[in-house]
């Protein structure tokens, strides 16, 4: 392990394992910190996991607001080099399926079929998607 792993694995024990940290994502992004090229990618993604760690111990409880805070300006950012690496955002389920739901009410009005298609859709997409771990991630609440 390393310095960031283990001053990130202190910080979880303090909080527990809650989502508003998103303790998934950040590990991801520190297990995969040394396949990021070229090396100014490299520093800057080192400097927002130790604003992030920084940020995160100094705070005294992090509730929703602040989590929204933290994906904003440290996870986010953090995403768009990673993407260039082989991560994917995974998407909160409950933000895809009000999606598809919204779908197929106006698929529902406009052809007359009552058929939840793609609500039906989205939800074995996720399923699919959740359960390959091997594919690296990051996300809101992740």
């Known amino acids: 392990m390393n310095k960031l792993e283990d001053r990130f694995l202190k ?44 940020y995160l111990e100094t705070c005294k409880n992090i509730n929703h607001a602040e989590s929204i805070f933290i994906y904003k300006n440290y996870i986010l950012p953090l995403g768009e080099y990673y993407k260039k690496i082989g991560f994917y955002k995974l998407i909160p389920f409950k933000s895809l399926f009000i999606v598809a739901i919204m779908l197929d009410i106006v698929i529902s009005l406009i052809l007359f079929l009552p058929i939840p298609a793609m609500s039906s859709v989205v939800f074995m997409y996720y399923l699919l998607k959740r359960k390959n771990t091997s594919l690296p991630r990051f996300g809101a609440f992740y």
Do not use: M, T, W
Request: proline share 5%.
């Open 11 to 54: 910080l979880v024990k303090q909080y527990g394992y809650n989502k508003n940290i998103h303790p998934n994502s950040v590990l991801n992004f520190i297990k995969n910190l040394d396949n990021i090229h070229p090396y100014a990618s490299y520093i800057r993604c080192r400097n927002l996991i130790e604003g992030y760690l920084s």
